[in-house]
DNA sequence: AATTTTAATAGTAACCATTACTGTTAAGAA
DNA sequence: TTCTTAACAGTAATGGTTACTATTAAAATT
């Protein structure tokens, strides 16, 4: 693998942010930079970083994939506004072997009303 | 809500299926018993089931969803050939209320390989 | 430093799971 | 039985993501 200008802008937008970027966030604020850079670029490094386990891939309900610092396992995802959050840690535990397989990694995510949208409920 | 065959049928699948099929698969098993029903109709049912919390929705590493039976909230999804599996629960603790907002519902899903990949490499 | 190799890129087209649209059908109330 | 309209079948459109191709630039070699 070799290491060029974009790759290394790329990991350090998600390793700066804190927002849980979307790929084509990503690609805006990469743009700031390198302003030709490739849509297509952007997916293939973050699909890269993602699978060599430097950055963590989000599934989302709308099937908007987000992009965050391996750090953070567990999220708390919004079904009214649709945000998500970062919870900390501490909810899983035995996480060694299950059924045989090798765990490697785990993807935790709360669903649920955040507390802005329950205050707005509760004005309704 | 009114009651029809075909969601009465949608709806008896993924309670009967162990196999967490696809919108497509689901579709395939309706049509031997609804030759001519839509695939537009399953889609519907299945997030109406989904946002109704009959059922549940799978995101897979994909971006092709999968549906389960409600009483499953943890599974373990292989890296290498994709397969998901059932795991036991036990593994969260103390998901009421994070930082402000009401926790409803959990998704964990563990990422690995699995047995049967790990025998595979085995064999390399 | 110049040359060579080829992985990575920019730009664009294609893919395909999912959603939206429209005329028709049938569930359930009147 | 009739009426209302939610749900349906069939099909077109959407859009996030991937694939493709000529070009560029890492980095190894000379």
Request: charged share 25%; glycine share 8%; net charge neutral.
């Amino acid at each position: 693998m070799r290491e060029t200008k974009q790759k290394n802008l790329i990991m350090s937008i998600i390793s700066n942010s804190y927002t849980h970027p979307t790929a084509n966030e990503v690609y805006e604020e990469c743009k700031k930079t390198i302003a030709d850079i490739s849509l297509g670029t952007v997916y293939r490094n973050l699909n890269l970083l993602a699978c060599q386990g430097q950055i963590r891939r989000i599934k989302m309900p709308n099937n908007i994939d987000r992009f965050d610092r391996y750090s953070d396992h567990t999220h708390f995802i919004c079904g009214i506004c649709g945000k998500i959050f970062d919870v900390p840690g501490g909810y899983v535990k035995n996480i060694i072997d299950i059924d045989g397989h090798k765990v490697m990694d785990y993807e935790l995510n709360f669903r649920g009303v955040c507390q802005n949208c329950l205050e707005k409920e509760g004005e309704i």
